[in-house]
């Protein structure tokens, strides 16, 4: 099956730093997704891209679509201790049934 | 509260017992899943269903039957358990199957298979 490659596998940063993650895939995706997870609880969805090239914010989070349509990355500026989590991308190619997760990258921010 | 809910949270089961995971949501959504979350392999579809009485094979189908006789029901059962089922497991749900239509998580089972 499809693979998505993610990295960072995981991060330590202090309070108040900005963050940077990235997807890439040896296949091309039409929708690209990243997710996050708080401890013992599901996956919710942060930020959607449907475009290659598509950049698109919601708060201090900010990803883009590359492209190539076969990678994505996530910035987070100024992480605060609630983005505690791994965080998901995840891609497919039209059909919420061929999702593609990526292995999460684990954040931890410290004071 | 309206959602998508997983029962039991945890479940310690021994080798080759039958094991139920349940799911339940209150959306009225037509499409549900089952994931499995295991390290180094993120989020693994085992089956889906894209209504009532229409389910399919995901990833990692083998060793799990699902059933779905009600809408908001997806049940997941392992019928002879095995140490290798040891995993965190995800129902999640969306209207549609369009590349628009997030899915919902539930909070997980953990189950541990000893």
């Known amino acids: 099956g499809q693979q998505l490659n993610q990295s960072p596998q995981s991060m330590f940063i202090q309070e108040g730093e900005d963050v940077s993650m990235n997807c890439t895939s040896s296949s091309i995706f039409n929708t690209w997704l990243w997710y996050k997870q708080d401890p013992g609880e599901g996956p919710v969805l942060l930020i959607a891209l449907y475009k290659a090239g598509e950049l698109t914010s919601n708060g201090r989070l900010t990803a883009q679509f590359g492209i190539t349509r076969k990678d994505s990355f996530l910035n987070i500026s100024a992480s605060i201790p609630s983005d505690v989590g791994i965080y998901f991308c995840?891609?497919?190619?039209?059909?919420?049934?061929?999702?593609?997760f990526g292995t999460g990258t684990r954040l931890q921010v410290t004071l | 509260d309206a959602g998508i809910t997983q029962s039991p949270r945890y479940k310690i089961t021994e080798t080759g017992r039958q094991v139920t995971l349940m799911c339940h949501q209150t959306?009225?959504?037509?499409?549900m899943f089952w994931y499995r979350q295991d390290l180094g392999h993120g989020l693994r579809l085992i089956y889906y269903s894209a209504a009532a009485d229409i389910t399919d094979k995901g990833e990692v189908p083998d060793g799990y039957v699902v059933s779905r006789s009600k809408t908001e029901n997806f049940p997941l059962t392992l019928e002879s358990a095995t140490r290798s089922q040891t995993s965190v497991y995800f129902c999640?749900?969306?209207?549609?199957?369009?590349?628009?239509?997030?899915?919902?998580f539930g909070n997980g089972t953990r189950l541990t298979v000893t």
């Open positions: 999640a749900s969306t209207q549609w199957e369009g590349y628009n239509s997030p899915l919902h």
């Open positions: 959306w009225s959504h037509s499409y």
């Open positions: 995840a891609g497919h190619t039209g059909t919420a049934s061929k999702l593609t």
